[in-house]
Protein backbone atom coordinates (compact mmCIF):
# COMPACT_ATOMS: atom_id res chain seq x y z
CA UNK A 1 0.00 0.00 0.00
CA UNK A 2 1.20 3.24 -1.07
CA UNK A 3 1.60 6.34 1.36
CA UNK A 4 -1.34 8.02 -0.06
CA UNK A 5 -3.49 5.32 0.63
CA UNK A 6 -1.83 4.46 4.06
CA UNK A 7 -3.20 7.59 5.89
CA UNK A 8 -6.30 7.47 4.88
CA UNK A 9 -6.69 3.45 6.06
CA UNK A 10 -5.84 4.39 9.09
CA UNK A 11 -7.83 7.50 9.61
CA UNK A 12 -11.12 5.62 8.84
CA UNK A 13 -10.31 2.35 11.05
CA UNK A 14 -9.39 4.84 14.00
CA UNK A 15 -12.38 7.30 13.84
CA UNK A 16 -14.35 3.91 13.15
CA UNK A 17 -13.03 2.17 16.17
CA UNK A 18 -13.99 4.79 18.07
CA UNK A 19 -17.82 4.65 17.02
CA UNK A 20 -17.38 7.42 13.51
CA UNK A 21 -19.81 6.52 11.17
CA UNK A 22 -18.94 6.84 7.29
CA UNK A 23 -21.36 10.25 7.04
CA UNK A 24 -19.69 11.58 9.70
CA UNK A 25 -16.17 10.88 8.36
CA UNK A 26 -17.55 12.18 4.66
CA UNK A 27 -18.61 15.07 6.57
CA UNK A 28 -16.01 15.92 8.42
CA UNK A 29 -14.38 19.32 6.69
CA UNK A 30 -10.74 18.69 8.27
CA UNK A 31 -10.41 15.50 7.52
CA UNK A 32 -11.84 15.91 3.77
CA UNK A 33 -8.61 18.62 3.86
CA UNK A 34 -6.21 15.82 5.14
CA UNK A 35 -7.98 13.56 2.57
CA UNK A 36 -6.68 15.95 -0.36
CA UNK A 37 -3.55 16.62 1.47
CA UNK A 38 -2.63 13.25 1.30
CA UNK A 39 -3.25 12.60 -2.18
CA UNK A 40 0.27 14.46 -2.77
CA UNK A 41 2.99 12.66 -1.71
CA UNK A 42 5.40 15.08 -1.14
CA UNK A 43 2.85 16.99 1.19
CA UNK A 44 4.38 18.36 4.54
CA UNK A 45 1.18 16.11 6.36
CA UNK A 46 4.06 13.16 5.40
CA UNK A 47 6.35 14.85 8.33
CA UNK A 48 3.94 13.47 11.03
CA UNK A 49 2.61 9.71 11.31
CA UNK A 50 -1.62 9.80 10.84
CA UNK A 51 -2.49 9.82 14.08
CA UNK A 52 -0.79 13.42 14.36
CA UNK A 53 -3.67 14.97 12.31
CA UNK A 54 -6.83 13.25 13.75
CA UNK A 55 -6.06 12.17 17.45
CA UNK A 56 -7.97 15.33 18.63
CA UNK A 57 -10.95 14.47 17.04
CA UNK A 58 -10.97 11.45 19.31
CA UNK A 59 -11.16 13.48 22.68
CA UNK A 60 -14.31 13.07 24.19
CA UNK A 61 -16.96 16.43 24.48
CA UNK A 62 -16.56 16.43 28.32
CA UNK A 63 -12.90 16.64 28.38
CA UNK A 64 -12.30 19.08 25.34
CA UNK A 65 -14.64 21.55 27.16
CA UNK A 66 -12.94 20.94 30.35
CA UNK A 67 -9.39 20.98 30.01
CA UNK A 68 -7.15 24.67 29.65
CA UNK A 69 -6.30 25.31 26.25
CA UNK A 70 -2.54 25.34 28.05
CA UNK A 71 -2.89 21.82 28.66
CA UNK A 72 -4.25 20.89 25.18
CA UNK A 73 -1.23 19.67 23.28
CA UNK A 74 -0.39 17.69 26.11
CA UNK A 75 -3.46 16.07 26.15
CA UNK A 76 -2.94 15.16 22.65
CA UNK A 77 0.12 14.20 22.56
CA UNK A 78 -0.59 11.55 25.51
CA UNK A 79 -3.33 10.36 23.86
CA UNK A 80 -1.13 9.69 20.36
CA UNK A 81 1.07 7.94 22.56
CA UNK A 82 -1.64 5.69 24.76
CA UNK A 83 -3.40 4.47 20.86
CA UNK A 84 0.13 3.81 19.41
CA UNK A 85 0.81 1.51 22.20
CA UNK A 86 4.29 0.21 23.21
CA UNK A 87 6.71 -0.84 20.63
CA UNK A 88 8.10 1.77 17.60
CA UNK A 89 5.36 4.53 17.24
CA UNK A 90 4.85 3.34 13.55
CA UNK A 91 3.39 0.09 14.41
CA UNK A 92 -0.12 0.91 13.48
CA UNK A 93 0.93 1.85 10.05
CA UNK A 94 3.05 -1.19 9.26
CA UNK A 95 1.10 -4.08 10.86
CA UNK A 96 -2.33 -4.66 9.73
CA UNK A 97 -2.61 -6.90 12.74
CA UNK A 98 -2.78 -3.72 15.09
CA UNK A 99 -5.25 -3.85 17.92
CA UNK A 100 -7.20 -0.84 17.64
CA UNK A 101 -9.95 -1.97 20.11
CA UNK A 102 -6.53 -2.53 22.29
CA UNK A 103 -5.62 1.24 21.37
CA UNK A 104 -9.43 2.64 22.28
CA UNK A 105 -9.32 0.80 25.41
CA UNK A 106 -6.00 2.13 26.54
CA UNK A 107 -7.24 5.74 25.14
CA UNK A 108 -10.66 5.50 27.18
CA UNK A 109 -7.82 4.90 30.41
CA UNK A 110 -6.53 7.96 29.37
CA UNK A 111 -9.30 9.75 29.25
CA UNK A 112 -10.48 8.24 33.01
CA UNK A 113 -7.10 9.38 34.19
CA UNK A 114 -7.42 13.31 32.97
CA UNK A 115 -11.61 13.61 34.32
CA UNK A 116 -10.03 12.79 37.24
CA UNK A 117 -7.24 15.44 37.18
CA UNK A 118 -9.62 17.98 36.04
CA UNK A 119 -12.99 16.62 38.56
CA UNK A 120 -14.79 16.02 35.84
CA UNK A 121 -17.90 13.55 36.49
CA UNK A 122 -19.20 10.69 34.52
Same mark, same amino acid.
Given at each position: ??????????? =?????? +??? !???????????? &? +?????? =?? $? =??????? #??????? @??? #? *??????? *??? =?????????? @???????? #?? $??? $??????? $???? !?????? +???? @?? &????? *?
Amino acid at each position: MEWVEVYPAVW =DKVLAT +FGW !SRERMRSDEGLA &R +FREYAK =DE $N =DLIYHEL #PLHWIVN @RLI #P *PDIEGAV *PQA =DHHRLERELE @RALEGPGR #PA $NYV $NDPNFDW $NAAK !SRAEAL +FVTW @RE &RYGIL *P
